[in-house]
């Protein structure tokens, strides 16, 4: 499952969500006015060039004009006024070639520019030898080669530069209505982005921030009724789910406290009246076991003296289990001292001698002569509880098995384990019990096994029970190597 973002980095996405919207609508904008800008000085410029063009070919105009006026009409200052105007088409060259772009324009005007240049050649040699040539020659220039010639000739060089400057005027205006759509499609997209933004906001605002605390405040409110087991669902932002799981983990705790506060106080009555049931028990099973001692002599028949055996055993049997109840619920104070775990497990074996012959079980000890078994521990504490567990291991198999016992030490902890074939345990046992567990032998008190979790508990460590493959128990033991007390 996806780790939820927390709140702060939604809102840092949401906000760049915002901003780059705004940044969007902004380019988009820039992009539209840049294009119909340059589009507006595009067409400005040809404009300018065909305004250009058109003027020079006024001009042309009127220096035909002057040119007739001097021969047929013999002004004296047509000369002049022809020579103003040949200026005047000479600066508009020189505009036509600073406003032109491209070799395509760059060409037109040059061929443009050379017809002009060859009527000025051609009207040139009129003025300049006007006196030396015939009239009729002059007459002849003037119709034949200039008006249905050069001038005929500048005039389709003319409308080729017209034409070719028209086509991109076409050319700039099909690009200027390309730029409006452009734009108008830029400008549509941070609409549309933020129309889903602001749906996507509400969605997640529902998702992550409202359900989540209307889950939360219903928890809160199940749990305040006593209802502990109730769960807050983890989910929507990080903050939300970190809170429902501190909830969660406060309503175990609350439900832990709760078990070991009847544990307790249970445990506290136990205490009060066990003590008392014990003494009142003790004090009379002590005189039948004294006068059944007593009644046991060599001159009863055999079915009394069985009896008699048969009462002290019995009393011996409630006198363990009054120990064992006292001892189960006495507290313990750990005295760790330096010992050897080798030391420890043989000592547990050796009241088990008798029993381990009668079953003739197989023992497998731990290789201690290959490793250092010191342990600093409560040596009493443990030994009884290994007794315990190692009692009902032998009680559970059956004759001519094998009990293993290994051993794992590392430079922290102890591992130990004890490996049976029995037919493996009814009941999962519960360190948290509060009452002894169910005996599984027939005289049994069912203390063994909470005893031995209570020893491990007080010496920092745990036990585990499990089944194990092919049949039997396997108990698994887990302690620190150098048990450190609690400071009070």
Known sequence: MAKPKSLKDLLLIHELAFIMLVCLAGAAGGVGIHLWDKSSHESQRINLLIQEIQQTRGDLYRQMKELFDAYFLKDPQAKDEYDAYTVSVGAHFVKLNSLAVGDEERAAIDELR????????????????????????????????????????????????????????????????????????????????????????????????????????????????????????????????????????????????????????????????????????????????????????????????????????????????????????????????????????????????????EKSIELELPAWEKQDDSIYTDEHLLEQALYNLLLNAIEAVPNHSKLEIHADLSRETVRLMIADRGPGMPFTPDPHAISPGPSTKRFGTGLGIPFAFKVCDSLLGRITFSPRKGGGTLIEIELPRFHQPAVS
């Open 114 to 357: 050379k017809s002009y240049a060859t009527f000025i050649t051609e009207t040139s040699t009129i003025f300049n030898h006007q006196n030396e040539v015939s009239d009729e020659l002059i007459e002849k220039t003037l119709n034949s080669n200039l008006e249905s010639g050069i001038f005929q000739r500048y005039e389709i060089v003319s409308a080729r530069a017209e034409r070719l400057l028209s086509l991109k005027q076409q050319e700039l205006q099909q690009r200027l209505d390309e730029s409006k759509r452009t734009s108008l499609t830029l400008l549509t997209i941070p609409i549309l982005l933020a129309t889903l933004l602001l749906l996507f906001s509400r969605v997640f605002l529902k998702r992550a921030i409202v359900l989540p605390i209307k889950a939360l405040l219903h928890a809160t409110t199940e749990i305040s009724a006593g209802r502990l087991e109730h769960k807050a669902p983890r989910r929507g932002a990080e903050e939300l789910a970190t809170l429902s799981g501190a909830i969660n983990d406060m309503a175990d705790k609350l439900t832990q406290s709760q078990d070991a506060l009847i544990r307790t106080e249970k445990q506290a009555t136990l205490g009060l009246l066990v003590p008392m049931l014990a003494h009142n028990i003790r004090n009379p099973l002590a005189s039948i076991r004294a006068s059944a001692q007593v009644a046991d002599s060599a001159e009863l028949d055999q079915d009394t003296r069985e009896s008699l055996r048969d009462i002290i055993s019995t009393v011996d049997r409630l006198e363990r289990w009054t120990g064992s109840l006292l001892s189960y619920l006495h507290p313990m104070q750990p005295q760790p001292t330096l010992s050897k775990l080798s030391q420890i497990i043989q000592g547990s074996l050796s009241p088990l001698q008798q029993k381990l012959a």
